[in-house]
Nanobody, 123 residues
Framework: QVQLVESGGGSVQAGGSLRLSCAAS????????MGWFRQAPGKEREFVAA???????YYADSVKGRFTISRDNAKDTVDLQMNSLKPEDTAVYYC?????????????????WGQGTQVTVSS
């Protein structure tokens, strides 16, 4: 059974930092793309960042220069370092894995999802 488990969410003031981590289990993910999405109340789930097995990275324009995605293929983990956080970054953050061919920002191409972790940024 494939499982993705996120950790590291919490509350922080604007300008602060948080690091999210996602641990994958059930099958080796080192050949899979992995990514992060987020969903704020009343809004659709949106793409944040993705990383291919080759470590090529992709970012949403809204987080470029502030967030960094990285992976440890030996441990089947993917991290999201979030700096200079803004109140508009407040959302539930979801780890995703196993993207099929297509646009990484399209949530429908991702095969596996975590349960989400809350990030709250206060002004």
């Amino acid at each position: 059974q494939v499982q993705l488990v996120e950790s590291g969410g919490g509350s922080v003031q604007a300008g602060g930092s948080l690091r999210l981590s996602c641990a994958a289990s059930g099958r080796p993910f080192r050949s899979y793309s992995m990514g992060w999405f987020r969903q704020a109340p009343g809004k659709e789930r949106e793409f944040v960042a993705a990383i291919r097995w080759s470590t090529t990275t992709y970012y949403a324009d809204s987080v470029k220069g502030r967030f960094t995605i990285s992976r440890d293929n030996a441990k089947d983990t993917v991290d999201l370092q979030m700096n200079s956080l803004k109140p508009e970054d407040t959302a539930v953050y979801y780890c995703a894995a196993g993207a099929r061919t297509g646009d990484y920002s399209d949530s429908s191409i991702w095969g596996y999802w975590g349960q989400g972790t809350q990030v709250t940024v206060s002004s």
